[in-house]
């Protein structure tokens, strides 16, 4: 199930900022912990602002409006006000590039 798309290049994305892409009308925001990538909707379930523009802490992305938080890892609304998870997307290295795998 789902298509694999090319997101980013691995040396844009750097520990601790979020960033924003899009594919197709898909806004997706991509993350770095540690050596791990994750990719969710960009967009928050509150009130639309974009997650990449929010501050990462470990694996919680706080959304600049509200101060929301998800867990990017399973795209559980933590906080309020927050209450609707956000869709979270697999992943995957492929040389020096991230994809991500869209629906
Ligand atoms: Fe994200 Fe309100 S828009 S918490």
Redesign the pocket.
């Known amino acids: 199930q789902g298509t694999w798309h090319d997101a980013a290049a691995l040396s844009a994305l750097s520990e601790g900022e979020p960033y924003g892409i899009e594919i197709g009308h898909h806004h997706i925001a991509l993350y770095r912990v540690g050596n791990e990538y994750y990719a969710t909707s960009n967009i928050?379930t509150?009130?639309?602002?974009l997650l990449s523009d929010g501050m990462l802490d470990g694996c919680e992305i706080e959304?600049p409006?509200?101060?929301?938080r998800f867990d990017i890892r399973t795209g559980e609304a933590l906080s309020s006000?927050?209450e609707i998870d956000i869709q979270t997307y697999p992943v995957r290295a492929a040389g020096d590039r991230l994809e991500v795998c869209l629906p």
Do not use: F, K
């Not at 409006?65 to 929301?68: F, K, P, R, Y």
């Open positions: 928050c509150h009130a639309e602002a959304c409006l509200h101060m929301g006000p927050v």
